[in-house]
């Protein structure tokens, strides 16, 4: 006689371990998918506790998406009533998204930003300046200046930790220590620091030791202005528990790690262009795809989330 496998009925789980297994999926599948399974689901999902980490990652598809990713954002945001402490966007968002999320989110402790491209020095230092308990900070592939970092560092007092990437490139031997200044000079309290790609200097390096006394990790991976080597490597040595110079290995690095490389001179293109712009195999399709400053023209229907 055989007997049949024990079913498992998922809504007698109690309700942590359910609302346990539903805060790991994305914003995304939450507000898409998993709210509309049941009413028990739904009401879990609203929950303001379900929102105090909201992940926004996608692969970079917004266009083909069958919904509005920054109002998708700003619905999860609302429904943390300002619990959220973690957020990551990625491959979208806005000055007015950032704002909105600064806004009604005063506690929040680590912001990631991944390629938003219309996010602008302007509304990321206007978001700054109502972020006092940020302490990790990731910006990368974004057009973000040093006057943002600076803004950041005055304004955020406990950020312990910053990653600030960009496409590495080889050929063009631009030296630009601005970043690093910044950085030494409002961001004393730092522990770790990721500068991928970075243009920084021996000098700039040297900055940075000196205004930031508590590193443990800095990851320099090419970052290939820096030449370690005698006292300086000694030093960074001494100092850093966990030092990864500029050509070590990138198997870890979980972006495309190949490194921009070119015939042509920085000033063959138009003033203004970042590192972000210069990462793209097609110059002027990147600028189609990057003028828009918002998704007002996109005219897809969108999931309806109340």
């Avoid at 700054?128 to 803004?151: G, H, M, N, R, V």
């Avoid at 063959?268 to 795809?289: A, N």
Wanted: aromatic share 10%.
């Amino acid at each position: 006689m055989t007997t049949e496998p024990e079913t498992r009925n998922w809504l007698e789980l109690p309700l942590d371990v359910t609302a346990s297994i539903l805060s790991r999926l994305g914003a995304i599948e939450i507000l898409n998918s998993a709210q509309n399974v049941c009413s028990l689901w739904r009401k879990i999902c609203k929950d303001p506790l379900m929102w105090r980490s909201i992940d926004m990652h996608n692969l970079g598809d917004v266009w083909d998406m069958e919904y509005d990713p920054e109002k998708m954002c700003v619905h999860a945001v609302d429904r943390s009533c300002g619990l959220l402490v973690d957020i990551n966007l990625e491959y979208f968002g806005s000055d007015e998204l950032l704002i909105h999320i600064a806004d009604r989110s005063s506690r929040l402790k680590r912001l990631r930003l991944v390629s938003c491209y219309n996010i602008s020095d302007e509304g990321l230092k206007e978001a700054a300046l109502k972020l006092p308990f940020l302490e990790e900070l990731e910006i990368s592939y974004c057009s973000i200046s040093k006057d943002a970092l600076e803004t950041i560092g005055r304004c955020c007092p406990h950020l312990k930790s910053l990653k600030f990437n960009v496409q590495g490139c080889r050929r063009f031997h631009l030296e630009s220590d601005d970043e690093a200044l910044a950085i030494a000079q409002t961001m004393p309290e730092l522990r770790h620091l990721q500068l991928f790609g970075n243009k920084l200097t021996n000098d700039g390096l040297q900055v940075i030791l000196d205004g930031c006394p508590h590193l443990e990790s800095l990851d320099l991976r090419q970052c290939f202005n820096v030449n370690l080597g005698g006292n300086l490597e000694k030093r960074c040595v001494e100092r850093i528990k966990n030092l990864q110079r500029p050509y070590d290995s990138t198997h870890d690095y979980e972006f495309d790690a190949e490194v921009f490389d070119t015939g042509s001179s920085y000033e063959d293109y138009p003033s203004g262009i970042s590192d972000i712009d210069l990462m793209s195999d097609d110059y002027d399709d990147y600028f189609e795809f990057s003028g828009a400053s918002d998704f007002s023209d996109y005219d897809d229907e969108y999931v309806l989330f109340d």
